[in-house]
Each structure stands twice: as structure tokens, then as C-alpha cells.
């Protein structure tokens, strides 16, 4: 038996229903299974300083203790209700959120829910290995932090499954504990999660990049006319936000270490860089390049009618919904997108509706410049002359309009041949990787210490020292 309030804290009346307790204590012992099958390797004794949400308000939600990870008290946070809400935008506008599943959408619903839900466990999955390549006890911590809260965020969806969809959805979530990331038999739903995540930097580069594009996923959601899944998205909300400071400040800091070494040396051929026991940049505008396009996917279909069925349905909202100025109902109106015809890339208007992935590929792809414009800024406070920069929206694609083109970085459409040619001065190939993973060959555990291919972050954790012992192996 568990006492509820205790082992999962919540704010779902968690001990007064019968039948979510029932649910959660057969898939409770299957999650732990999952844990010690994939979680962190070798982490099960480790004691980190970590941060548990124990309620939904200020001074709950980021409540830091040491806690060993399978003794982490995954709980079910929903933002409180606010009586008022409606469904906001598509036919159903006006209405009163719904407070149960509308009959009809059911199976859509169930399927928004599992594939958001199948992204949390799969980049458990993708980083289980890189504990054992740590930088530093503080980048130890975080990773652990990062992969503990994918952890809630799998229970926040299975709580959904549970309590909304009965039969079906305790089968979905049992699926969700079933599918591996990468694996060939029975892999995640969505592609960039099952693509590996074999080092630092492509740690840093995922929770950037692909834990961003969990942002604007659930930004959506968060708008949605069933009010739980809203609700439920809200409160991951406020975890994400680490998540992606994790990734942005980790590329940054590499970022200047690598520039510091450039200036110290005064070498700039990267082979002399990679003497020096730094990653080159070009090196890194290559993983830039790599994980951008992967995550650019995830968005699905430039025009996609399942989008314009989920936001007529009231089900997935845009990015900022109700903050948007129009009638939120999208009949009308238009919005431009790109294809490839007769060899040249043209922009098209298409019906708004139609066009929903898009748009919210676009609200990423802003934000996203934002973020590589400050990393800009770390090279150019160190005087190097180097740009970083964005590839062309429709280089190596696998999904939508530029899916089976061949679009170089700065958006020329060339031959299947000519792409090749230059694959590898735009991607990360083998050597690189190789190289990269040649630099991360041990762990770094002593407290204050960081490896010499990444500079110290500004501050520590919950104002805790650099040198502070944010992890303790036992
Ligand atoms: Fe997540
Ligand atoms: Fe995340």
C-alpha cells in the first residue's frame, strides 16, 4: 500500500480515488522497473541535489534536498482550476472547458496525449549513458535533474491515461514503459527520439533544441479545451524552462571555453583548436546543424489536416492562443509556406488551418535565433571571428515540403550528388563524433572541478557554491 501524499505528492485528491490509486499502483512498480533498466547508469546509490516539486505554489514547486534518484518522489502537479475557463479557439469556442473527455474526440485526444507522453521516457532513454562522461558534479546534477523531471513528466500524462481513459489508456501506459528509444522493434513515436545522444554536447544541443520544440508542444496543449491536459501542461511548463536553460548555457560555455583557448594559443585552424583539447567550432555549428533539422521535424507536416482538425476540435491551440489578436477561429485566413518546384524554393499562401505546424515551427524557429544570437555574442565578446548561423529551414529535412530535396544550409536546391559531397562539412560525421567523444573519456567528480572543454557556469545551483557536492557517489 502507499501512502499517497507522502511517496507522490499531488494536488488530484490522489488518496480519495479508488480507482487512479488502483491504475498507479500496478504501473507504479513498472515505472521503477523502467528506472532501473534505463534510467542513469550506475546512479542508483548516488545521492543528488535535487529539486522535487512538492505543491503548485511558489514555494513548492522547487523544493531541493538530497534524494537518491529511484527514491524520487515523481508526483502529479496540475495549475489549479480556474472555474471561468473556456475552450478558446476553434469551433467550440465560448464554451466551458471540458472537464471530462467529449466522446467524440476521445481517440485523438489519446493519441495527443501518448505521443507527448512517449517523448519523456525516450530522452531518459537517448542520455542514460553520459553520467559516466560528467564534466563536472554540477553538470552531473543537472543532467540527473533534467532526467528525474522527464521522469514526473511521463507520470503527469500517465496520470491522464489512468484517470481519463480507462481500459485504453492503462494499456497506453503501460506501451509507454514498453517502447525504447532507437530501438529497431519497437521504437518512440517520433524520430528525433530515437536518434542517440552520444555525448555532451549533443546533450546540451538536445535539451536546447529538442526539449524547446517540448516547449511549443506543450504551449499548445496548454491552450487545449480539455482542461486537465491544459492544466497538466502549465505545470511542466515551469520545469521545462531548466531544461532548456541547461542546454543553453552548456552549448554557451563550451562556446567560450573554446574561444578562450583560441585567444590564449592564438591558433584558429580547428585541428590546432582539437590539439588543445577543445572542440573546434565548426565542429559545433556541425551538431547546430544536426539537431535543429531533427527537431524541425517534430513539428510534422507543413500543411497537415490533422493540425487544422486538432485546433477546429478545440483540442491543440497555437502558440500564446489567447494572447493572438483574430477571431481564433481561423476560417479565413492564410499563412505562408515553402516548397520545392522546378528546383528553386517558393513560398506559398496556404489556409491558415492547414498551415497550424508550420506556424508553431515558425514560433520556434524565433525564439531559437534568439538563443544562438547570445551564444553569437560569446564569440564575439572574445574577439574571434567566427558566425554561427542558422541552416536554411529546409536542409536536411525528413518530414513536410522539403522532406526527399536536397537543400544546403544556405537553401540552394542541389542534386542528391552535390549534397553528398558536402555532408560531412555540415553535419557531424564519425571523426567528429569521434573526437568529441575522445575529449569525454572519464567522469570529473571532483567538487569545483570542470573538465578543460567547458568553462565553469556563472553560479551554482540554488545559490549553492561551484565547489558545493551536488552529487555524492557512496
Ligand atoms: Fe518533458
Ligand atoms: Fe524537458
Not at 146 to 175: K, T
Not at 182 to 187: K, S
Request: net charge negative; glycine share 8%.
Amino acid at each position: 500500500m502507499i501512502n499517497y501524499t507522502e511517496k507522490i505528492p499531488n494536488n488530484v485528491d490522489l488518496g480519495r480515488d479508488r480507482v487512479l490509486q488502483r491504475a498507479l499502483e500496478h504501473w507504479q512498480p513498472a515505472f521503477l522497473g523502467w528506472w532501473y533498466d534505463m534510467g542513469p547508469t550506475e546512479s542508483r546509490n548516488y545521492d543528488v541535489y535535487l529539486r522535487t516539486a512538492v505543491s503548485v505554489e511558489p514555494d513548492g514547486w522547487a523544493h531541493f534536498d538530497y534524494v537518491k534518484m529511484p527514491e524520487y518522489r515523481w508526483g502529479i502537479f496540475l495549475q489549479p482550476r480556474d472555474e471561468q475557463r473556456q475552450v478558446n479557439f476553434g469551433t467550440h469556442k465560448g464554451q466551458p472547458a471540458w472537464q471530462e473527455v467529449p466522446g467524440e474526440y476521445r481517440s485523438t485526444l489519446r493519441r495527443i496525449i501518448v505521443t507527448q507522453g512517449d517523448t519523456e521516457p525516450a530522452s531518459v532513454e537517448q542520455q542514460k549513458m553520459l553520467g559516466l562522461s560528467c564534466p563536472s558534479l554540477y553538470d552531473l546534477r543537472n543532467i540527473f535533474q533534467v532526467n528525474v523531471e522527464e521522469g514526473r513528466h511521463l507520470w503527469a500524462m500517465v496520470y491522464l491515461l489512468h484517470r481519463y481513459f480507462g481500459r485504453d489508456g492503462r494499456e497506453e501506459a503501460e506501451a509507454l514503459l514498453a517502447r525504447r528509444s532507437g530501438d529497431t522493434d519497437n521504437p518512440r513515436i517520433l524520430g528525433a527520439f530515437n536518434e542517440p545522444t552520444p555525448d555532451w554536447l549533443a546533450f546540451y544541443m538536445f535539451t536546447f533544441f529538442t526539449d524547446r520544440d517540448g516547449k511549443f508542444q506543450l504551449c499548445a496543449l496548454a491552450e487545449s479545451g480539455f482542461d486537465p491536459l491544459a492544466r497538466t501542461c502549465r505545470f511542466m511548463l515551469t520545469e521545462e524552462a531548466h531544461h532548456m536553460f541547461v542546454g543553453e548555457t552548456g552549448v554557451g560555455r563550451i562556446i567560450q571555453r573554446t574561444c578562450e583557448v583560441m585567444k590564449e594559443n592564438k591558433v584558429e585552424d580547428p585541428s590546432e583548436v582539437r590539439a588543445l583539447g577543445v572542440i573546434d567550432l565548426q565542429t559545433i555549428q556541425k551538431y547546430l546543424n544536426f539537431h535543429y533539422s531533427v527537431t524541425l521535424d517534430l513539428y510534422g507536416s507543413d500543411v497537415s489536416s490533422n493540425a487544422a482538425n486538432y485546433f477546429t476540435s478545440g483540442l491543440k491551440g497555437r502558440f500564446r492562443e489567447t494572447k493572438l489578436d483574430d477571431d481564433h477561429v481561423l476560417i479565413d485566413a492564410s499563412y505562408p509556406v515553402s516548397e520545392v518546384l522546378g528546383g528553386k524554393i517558393v513560398t506559398k499562401k496556404v489556409p491558415a488551418l492547414t498551415a497550424l505546424n508550420e506556424r508553431l515551427r515558425d514560433d520556434y524557429i524565433d525564439e531559437i535565433a534568439d538563443g544562438v544570437s547570445r551564444w553569437q555574442r560569446v564569440i564575439d565578446e572574445t574577439g574571434i571571428a567566427f558566425r554561427l548561423s542558422l541552416p536554411h529551414k529546409g536542409f536536411h529535412r525528413a518530414i513536410g515540403n522539403f522532406a526527399g530535396h536536397f537543400i544546403s544550409p544556405e537553401g540552394e536546391v542541389l542534386t542528391e550528388e552535390a549534397w553528398k559531397q558536402h555532408e560531412f562539412e555540415w553535419l557531424p560525421g564519425p571523426k567528429d563524433y569521434g573526437f568529441v567523444q575522445s575529449l569525454m573519456t572519464g567522469r570529473v567528480t571532483e567538487p569545483g572541478k570542470f573538465a578543460n572543454w567547458i568553462a565553469p557556469p556563472l553560479r551554482g545551483i540554488n545559490n549553492k557554491r561551484l565547489n558545493f557536492e551536488y552529487v555524492r557517489f557512496n
